[in-house]
């Protein structure tokens, strides 16, 4: 494995802290591992953005804000608020629950408009929207419905898992998203991936973007490999 193929690997981790304890040291550390290991986004709770952007000045890599995490249950002005709110503070990639209430209501007319509205206000800021399901707690049909919607609104990735559900993501749920959308839409594995094996696995399922707090571990073990 060159070295060129190992930082296509990299980049295409989220380096994640999204623990409601987590320091501003902890931020420091996390940018600085990103930036060391050159993943491509950190992803962090919403009010960590402007520490983050701060210590990200400069680089390529990207501040993602979670937004209405982890539960999504929020309403859609409050989601775009605090989507507004990130931006303003240096966020350049958005991560966004979305409301498991109204699809476990059947109410998807719901769920289009919030994640048409979140979509619209990402990409007049010319940032990337993903779109987190949580599939541990919807069937298949309603992760199904869930894409079919997303592949007609195409946010540029939807989401496993936000890793503080019940479960994380796998192989079968992201083989199911990525055959419903398609070419149209990206697909980010997150929860629960924490070795090179599970990494590649997701990859090969069909995920083009890996959400971990192992990404150290997983491009070591590669650099193994290699």
Excluded: W
Excluded at 6 to 12: K, S, V
Excluded at 94 to 119: A, F, H, P, R, W
Excluded at 144 to 166: E, M, N, W, Y
């Amino acid at each position: 494995m060159s070295p060129e193929q190992l930082d296509q690997y990299a980049r295409m981790i989220d380096h994640t802290n999204l623990h409601a304890d987590a320091s501003a040291a902890d931020m420091e550390k996390l940018c600085a591992e990103a930036k060391q290991y050159h993943f491509k986004m950190v992803a962090i709770n919403q009010s960590q953005t402007e520490r983050c952007a701060q210590y990200l000045a400069g680089t390529d890599i990207h501040v993602g804000a979670a937004i209405s995490f982890p539960l999504g249950q929020t309403t859609i002005a409050a989601k775009i608020f605090e989507t507004e709110d990130a931006i303003k503070n240096g966020a350049t990639e958005i991560d966004y629950v979305l409301n498991l209430t109204e699809v476990k209501n059947g109410n998807y007319d719901y769920i289009k408009s919030e994640m048409t509205q979140m979509v619209a206000c990402c990409h007049q800021h010319q940032l990337p929207c993903k779109v987190i399901f949580e599939n541990c707690y919807l069937t298949n049909d309603e992760i199904r419905q869930l894409a079919l919607i997303a592949k007609s609104v195409q946010p540029d990735f939807i989401k496993t898992s936000t890793g503080f559900g019940t479960g994380g993501a796998t192989i079968a749920d992201v083989q199911l998203m990525k055959q419903t959308v398609g070419a149209a839409v990206k697909v980010k594995a997150a929860g629960g991936i924490r070795s090179a094996t599970d990494f590649l696995a997701m990859i090969d399922a069909g995920a083009e973007r890996i959400g971990t707090s192992a990404g150290i571990k997983i491009i070591e073990a590669l650099k193994q490999r290699a």
